[in-house]
């Protein structure tokens, strides 16, 4: 059974090796918004086989009925564009995501969003490093 690293890991410098410390500023004190707030937090599964078979394996979902693909473009949109309303904090926030999202895309292939579970969900930005392990970023998501 594969296990997925934390990001506190050795295993996660394999993955972000080369802009671990461009990463790593922008996801310090970056929380997800849902009915609870969830840290970005940087992760790797050092498996190669399909990706939905991983995740449910690594994170402990026992039905793939439970994971949902989302598009990586749509759910970025949502993340770093700006409203109206915004204050000047929901803005730098909009800013940070936007740039996450801009150094997955430069170091993952396949970029893919996955929510797995239900009422608290664990979404996964995956994609496949030049070795093909499974790396990205999580949050978690509350929805009632």
Do not use: C, H
Request: avoid cysteine.
């Amino acid at each position: 059974m594969s296990k997925k690293k934390s990001n506190s890991s050795a295993g996660s410098d394999l993955f972000f090796g080369s802009y671990k410390d461009r990463l790593k500023p922008i996801l310090k004190g970056l929380f997800y918004i849902s009915e609870t707030d969830s840290e970005v937090v940087p992760f790797e599964i050092n498996e190669k086989g399909p990706i939905v078979d991983q995740l449910i394996e690594g994170t402990g979902a026992d039905d793939v009925k439970l994971v949902e693909q989302v598009n990586a473009d749509t759910f970025f949109e949502r993340l770093s564009g700006v409203q109206d309303w915004y204050g000047e904090f929901e803005k730098i926030r909009a800013a940070r995501f936007a740039e996450v999202y801009r150094i997955l895309k430069a170091g993952l292939s396949d970029l893919t969003v996955y929510r797995v579970g239900r009422v608290r969900i664990e979404i996964f930005v995956v994609g496949r490093t030049v070795g093909g392990t499974l790396a990205g970023i999580k949050m978690i998501s509350v929805e009632t």
